[in-house]
Nanobody
């Protein structure tokens, strides 16, 4: 059974940065694409970034140039480096692998 645990969220001022982590257990991590989603209050969950097992990444237009997804297959961790954060980035961030989801980590961008 796959388990995903996110960490690294918090309160940050506009323009600040956070590095989110997603630690996986119970699966062959390197095989699968990892995804980061986010959900703001009142909004649908949206895909932010994806990375294949081989390291190919894709991003939502809203975060291109500001967010970077990466992975460490040996440690079974997927990272989301978030830079130049904006108030509209405020959301609960979730990692996803196949049909498994973590419980999320809250990112709040506010002055």
């Amino acid at each position: 059974q796959v388990q995903l645990v996110e960490s690294g969220g918090g309160l940050v001022q506009p323009g600040g940065s956070l590095r989110l982590s997603c630690t996986a257990s119970g699966t062959i991590f390197s095989t699968y694409t990892m995804n980061w989603f986010r959900q703001a209050p009142g909004n649908q969950r949206e895909l932010v970034a994806s990375i294949t097992g081989g390291g190919s990444a894709n991003y939502a237009d809203s975060v291109k140039g500001r967010f970077t997804i990466s992975r460490d297959n040996d440690k079974k961790i997927c990272y989301l480096q978030t830079n130049n954060l904006k108030p509209e980035d405020t959301a609960v961030y979730y990692c996803n692998m196949i049909k498994s989801w973590g419980k999320g980590t809250l990112v709040t961008v506010s002055s």
